[in-house]
């Protein structure tokens, strides 16, 4: 059974305090790792897709990395308006829906 | 371009009364799902449509949930009779047609149902 897990469940940084979300997943071959950001109140947006280990993507202070157990988020010099929580969603060869994991929920402090 | 619409944003029941969800998807997207989303926890696909046919609903608690998408464009979901259990976020999504190649999602703000 496809599985993902989101860790930490919640995260406390300062403003310009770099860390790292992870997410591992078990999946009957990847077909793609999605990671979405979603404020209270909203539905999701989406990020970023990573389709092979080895891949990197980048959107301003975000950067998601894949391997072939896990993938990180991580966020350089956050500031307070990156504070939602951070899903992320695999998608496997075998079945065509999006598994979501928990979240991580992210607070960034001025 | 205007986004993924829902309505209404929030509904509060008792147990055992029916509740109607509905969701209009971006122009010109020919799938849409809706899913559910538990305080805490990631969505779960409830059921998936392309046009107005049913790709996967084998989440769907089809004796209390039913879901229909009529001339492949707004969508309605419905549960009767609900639970506490069903005390969740909808959220519905669509993307352009999923194939071979995967589309991104893109999500409406969501239902939020409380059943008392």
């Known amino acids: 059974e496809d599985q993902v897990t989101q860790s930490p469940e919640a995260l406390r940084l300062q403003e310009g305090e770099s860390s790292s979300l992870n997410c591992s997943y078990t999946?009957?071959?990847?077909?793609?790792l999605f990671w979405y950001r979603q404020d209270p109140g909203k539905g999701p947006e989406f990020l970023f897709t990573?389709?092979?280990a080895g891949e990197e993507k980048e959107k301003e202070r975000l950067k998601a990395t894949l391997t072939k157990k896990e993938s990180f988020l991580h966020i350089t010099a956050p500031k307070p308006e990156d504070s939602a929580t951070y899903l992320c969603a695999v998608l496997s060869n075998q079945g065509g829906k999006l598994i979501f994991g928990q979240g991580t929920e992210l607070s960034v402090k001025p | 371009e205007a986004g993924v619409a829902q309505s209404p944003r929030y509904k509060i029941i008792e147990k055992r009364q029916s509740v109607a969800f509905w969701c209009n998807p971006i122009s010109g997207h020919a799938t849409l799902y809706w899913y559910q989303q538990i305080l805490g926890q990631g969505p779960k696909l409830l059921i998936q449509?392309?046009?107005?046919?049913?790709?996967?609903d084998s989440q769907l608690p089809k004796d209390r949930f039913s879901a229909e998408r009529l001339k492949g464009v707004d969508s309605t979901l419905k549960i009767q009779p609900a639970k506490l259990e069903d005390s969740a976020v909808y959220l519905c999504?669509?993307?352009?047609?999923?194939?071979?190649?995967?589309?991104?999602?893109?999500f409406g703000p969501g239902t939020r149902l409380t059943v008392l």
């Open positions: 999946v009957s071959g990847l077909r793609g």
């Open positions: 449509f392309q046009n107005n046919g049913v790709v996967d």
């Open positions: 999504a669509s993307s352009l047609t999923q194939g071979r190649f995967y589309n991104e999602q893109f």
């Open positions: 990573l389709y092979s």
